[in-house]
Antibody, heavy 121, light 107 residues
Framework: EVKLQQSGDELVRPGASVKISCKASGYTFTSYSMHWVKQRPGQGLEWIGAIIPIIDITEYNQKFKGKATLTADKSSNTANMELSRLTSEDSAVYYC??????????????WGQGTPVTVSS | DIQMTQSPASLSTSLGETVSIECLASEGISNDLAWYQQKSGKSPQLLIYAASRLQDGVPSRFSGSGSGTRYSLKISDMQPEDEAVYFCQQSYKYPYTFGSGTKLELK
């Protein structure tokens, strides 16, 4: 069974950084790219970026360059996202999602449960 | 970036009725479009991919169609468990972009 288990709720101070993890199980971690999506309370979905674990190549939404850093630990089958210089605009639920495609035609069949991040002093 | 204009923003319907949700892309996306259902407090769930392919385990009352820049999701025979927010997503070009969502409720 494919499972993406994300780390728990985070409460962080403005200006600080936070690292969210997404542990994959039930499949070969390096065979699929992992994507990250942001959802602010009552809002829609924003694509942050993606990482291809087998070659450690990343692709970012220009909006999140300098804000998000994606990494993958092949030894533990875990994808990570670090968010830096946090502000209230970064308070959101963050999801990891596995991409079933690899070029033309892509879709996210598996999602993590989401990690709520609250930025507050 | 490709803009995905989703309509309507909200919809209210009765049990057993049929509804449609539309997404208009700002440029052609060659059927690289998925539809997701999100219930309150839950992760999005894939319904349709490649514009019209039904994800395994999804009831056949969900169907997708379209081409070029116009795509739609149809829900036939509305059931109580279909109350949710629905999103479209294009994966044709980076950055992937989502529609703004449609909230579907039972009357």
């Amino acid at each position: 069974e494919v499972k993406l288990q994300q780390s728990g709720d985070e409460l962080v101070r403005p200006g600080a950084s936070v690292k969210i993890s997404c542990k994959a199980s039930g499949y070969t971690f390096t065979s699929y790219s992992m994507h990250w999506v942001k959802q602010r309370p009552g809002q829609g979905l924003e694509w942050i970026g993606a990482i291809i674990p087998i070659i450690d190549i990343t692709e970012y939404n220009q909006k999140f360059k300098g804000k998000a850093t994606l990494t993958a630990d092949k030894s533990s089958n875990t994808a990570n996202m670090e968010l830096s210089r946090l502000t209230s605009e970064d308070s959101a639920v963050y999801y990891c999602a596995r991409n079933e495609g690899s070029g033309y035609l892509n879709w996210f069949a598996y999602w993590g449960q989401g990690t709520p991040v609250t930025v507050s002093s | 970036d490709i803009q995905m204009t989703q309509s309507p923003a909200s919809l209210s319907t009765s049990l057993g009725e049929t509804v449609s949700i539309e997404c208009l892309a700002s440029e052609g996306i060659s059927n690289d479009l998925a539809w997701y259902q999100q219930k309150s407090g839950k992760s999005p769930q894939l319904l349709i991919y490649a514009a019209s392919r039904l994800q395994d385990g999804v009831p056949s009352r969900f169907s997708g169609s379209g081409s070029g820049t116009r795509y739609s999701l149809k829900i036939s025979d509305m059931q109580p468990e279909d109350e949710a927010v629905y999103f479209c997503q294009q994966s044709y070009k980076y950055p992937y972009t989502f529609g703004s969502g449609t909230k579907l409720e039972l009357k």
